[in-house]
């Protein structure tokens, strides 16, 4: 039965949620649904995601080769997907519509460093309010690889599903401990379904082709299947990698659960049952107010409590603060500055990788954002002042 998911009180809510999508102009992010589906969390928290793995991350500059490289590259990849599409629906029984970031609104964590693996950082901001765009940089310092990326979304609604087409790309550098010379490696996104609407228990498919191109030659393509395609489950992919068009491996397998390398009879290549890391973030207290569990705390504590009116109240203190800001901003004729990133229309490298790339993965905007750091590092600054101060005088 349709709606068979949503609380009795929101089944109107539902039903008029879902007759608005059909006249969905821009994105998402701007319209109303029913409480039932809000999640308490920001987007800006989601590129962490790409790090809940950090020891496949930090491994990748420990591979031999060039090849070795480039499948670990892919291995570590994989290993995010399931964390990246399914988290919501593991957590909170369905994918939910999450907090919409304001400009200027930051994520700030780590991973610890375990045996010797390097402290890795997570460093994400919301970049753009229209259309959302959020910037993430991820480090491992001592194992030499970072991820600059940003990432957006475009919607359109089937009549049935909710179609994702996502906007941005991820660049991933690498200094291999090997020969101590930079690999680039340039990631494209998939492109999701959002499932399950008529129920009012949305559930996440990727379809198309992602692919990841280094600059050494190597690629992989990714080609994502549900239900019915390439057997009869869901979030399947196939993957092959090459080099100068020739075939080096395949792999296939599904992004939630074992994949193989070769066919499916071939050995494991990754299980996703493997535990992920969540980052670890300071309390809530320690953070400063643009940073995003701060900023949506009173927010996020409505949603969690079910008091939608106080949640409601507090996005609308957020929401004026913000329409305000851009108001003055027009009148003293400024624009808002950045903290950490900053905007390039294009980038040499970025040109090279995706000429060595098949059209129908290449990404479809040219223009990223480059790390600089700036807002974070005078942070670490000022934290390391403070507990020096803090400390006791070195003896003479
Ligand atoms: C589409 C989506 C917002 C964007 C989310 C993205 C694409 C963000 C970048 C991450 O790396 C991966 C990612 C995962 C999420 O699955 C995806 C979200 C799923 C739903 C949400 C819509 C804006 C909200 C749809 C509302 C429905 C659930 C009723």
Same mark, same amino acid.
């Given at each position: 039965?349709?709606? #068979?998911?949503?609380?009795?009180?929101? &089944? !109107? +809510?539902? @039903?008029?949620?879902?007759?608005?999508?059909?006249?969905?102009?821009?994105?998402?992010?701007?319209?109303?649904?029913?409480?039932?589906?809000?999640?308490?969390?920001?987007?800006?928290?989601?590129?962490?995601?790409?790090?809940?793995?950090?020891?496949?991350?930090?491994?990748?500059?420990?591979?031999e080769t060039e090849e070795d490289r480039m499948e670990r590259?892919?291995?570590?990849?994989?290993?995010?997907?399931?964390?990246?599409?399914?988290?919501?629906?593991?957590?909170?029984?369905?994918?939910?519509?999450?907090?919409?970031?304001?400009?200027?609104?930051?994520?700030?964590?780590?991973?610890?460093?375990?045996?010797?693996?390097?402290?890795?950082?997570?460093?994400?901001?919301?970049?753009?309010?229209?259309?959302?765009?959020? #910037?993430?940089?991820?480090?491992?310092? &001592? !194992? +030499?690889? @970072?991820?600059?990326?940003h990432s957006g979304q475009k919607t359109s609604f089937s009549g049935t599903s909710i179609l994702v087409k996502q906007s941005g790309h991820a660049m991933l550098f690498v200094t291999p401990k090997k020969t101590g010379k930079q690999e680039t490696y340039l990631i494209t996104l998939p492109k999701l379904r959002i499932d399950g609407i008529i129920w009012g228990s949305p559930y996440i498919e990727l379809t198309d082709s992602s692919a990841i191109q280094a600059s050494t030659g190597y690629g992989v393509q990714i080609d994502y299947k549900g239900k019915g395609y390439f057997s009869g489950k869901a979030h399947m992919f196939k993957a092959k990698m090459t080099k100068a068009?020739?075939?080096?491996?395949?792999?296939?397998?599904?992004?939630?659960?074992?994949?193989?390398?070769?066919?499916?009879?071939?050995?494991?290549?990754?299980?996703?049952? !493997?535990?992920?890391e969540e980052i670890t973030v300071k309390p809530i207290t320690e953070q400063g107010q643009w940073e995003s569990r701060n900023l949506w705390q009173k927010v996020a504590n409505g949603i969690r409590g079910g008091d939608f009116e106080a949640a409601g109240?507090?996005?609308?203190?957020?929401?004026?603060?913000?329409?305000?800001?851009?108001?003055?901003?027009?009148?003293?004729?400024?624009?808002?500055?950045?903290?950490?990133?900053?905007?390039?229309?294009?980038?040499?490298?970025?040109?090279?990788?995706?000429?060595?790339?098949n059209d129908k993965t290449q990404p479809t905007t040219e223009d990223a954002y480059v790390y600089s750091g700036e807002h974070y590092k005078q942070l670490l600054a000022g934290a390391s002042a403070e507990s020096a101060a803090a400390a006791p005088a070195p003896a003479a």
């Open positions: 039965e349709e709606g #068979a998911d949503v609380p009795q009180d929101q &089944k !109107a +809510g539902w @039903a008029s949620f879902i007759k608005s999508l059909a006249h969905m102009t821009g994105d998402l992010s701007s319209m109303t649904a029913p409480p039932f589906i809000l999640s308490p969390t920001s987007l800006t928290e989601f590129p962490a995601y790409w790090a809940e793995h950090p020891e496949l991350f930090a491994d990748i500059s420990e591979g590259v892919f291995l570590w990849f994989i290993a995010t997907l399931k964390g990246q599409y399914t988290t919501r629906n593991e957590k909170m029984g369905s994918e939910k519509k999450p907090l919409n970031p304001v400009l200027g609104e930051l994520f700030y964590g780590t991973w610890p460093d375990v045996e010797g693996r390097g402290e890795t950082v997570l460093i994400s901001e919301q970049v753009s309010h229209h259309p959302p765009i959020t #910037a993430y940089y991820v480090e491992n310092k &001592k !194992a +030499g690889v @970072a991820l600059q990326g068009s020739k075939t080096i491996q395949t792999f296939e397998g599904e992004w939630t659960g074992v994949s193989n390398v070769g066919s499916s009879k071939g050995p494991v290549f990754y299980d996703a049952d !493997a535990p992920k109240r507090a996005k609308s203190i957020i929401e004026n603060e913000q329409r305000q800001r851009r108001r003055d901003e027009v009148a003293e004729g400024t624009s808002w500055k950045l903290w950490n990133f900053e905007h390039v229309d294009s980038d040499p490298e970025f040109q090279k990788l995706v000429a060595m790339m």
